[in-house]
């Protein structure tokens, strides 16, 4: 009999060890990709920019096909950084609550049954909460580099 709660207590100990791996493991994933997302998104920016000031310190005339061209090379990366930022806050939406099952779980484990130890379920907006800030800058930006042949050049050229 003693043996047997031995290796129910050696079972609930090594089940408890392998849910606290697996938060361990959500955890550093979703640290990861937090760390990352902002650090993209200020990649596409500085390429906005950098594309800006050539424009401006070369003097480049944007007019015709070339003015398509431009809006296409502004708009491109941030699509796509935009998408790539959506697909983003979906996982790390799914990952959160992955996390919060997991911390539960232990937890439950551990005895602790105090709502306020515990993670909440997070809802759709609460998971999202992150890429309407990081559209919206990168969103001014792109409108920014967009205009900036028609508004920018003119400037530039009157201060010849």
């Known amino acids: 009999m003693n043996n ?6 050696s079972h609930d100990e090594s089940q408890s060890t392998q849910l ?5 493991q959500r955890i550093l994933l979703f640290n990861t990709r937090r760390d990352h997302e902002w650090k ?7 390429l906005m920019f950098a594309l800006d000031a050539a424009l401006l310190v070369y003097r ?15 708009l491109l990366p941030a699509i796509a950084c935009s998408r790539y930022e959506w697909v983003l806050q979906k996982r790390n939406f799914f990952d959160r609550r992955a996390m919060n099952k ?3 779980l232990i937890c439950d484990q551990a ?26 800058v990168l969103l001014t930006v792109a409108v ?17």
């Open 40 to 46: 993209v998104i200020f990649g596409v920016i500085t």
């Open 20 to 24: 606290q791996f697996l938060y361990q």
């Open 111 to 136: 005895g602790i049954k105090d709502t306020a130890v515990r993670e909440p379920e997070h809802s759709r907006s609460t998971g999202m909460w992150a890429f309407l800030p990081q559209a919206l």
């Open 144 to 160: 920014f580099s967009a205009v900036l042949p028609w508004i920018g050049l003119k400037v530039a050229l009157q201060s010849k």
């Open 102 to 104: 997991l911390y539960n």
């Open 60 to 74: 480049i005339e944007v007019d015709g096909w070339k003015r398509a061209l431009w809006i296409g090379l502004i």
């Open 4 to 9: 047997s709660h031995t290796t129910n207590a």
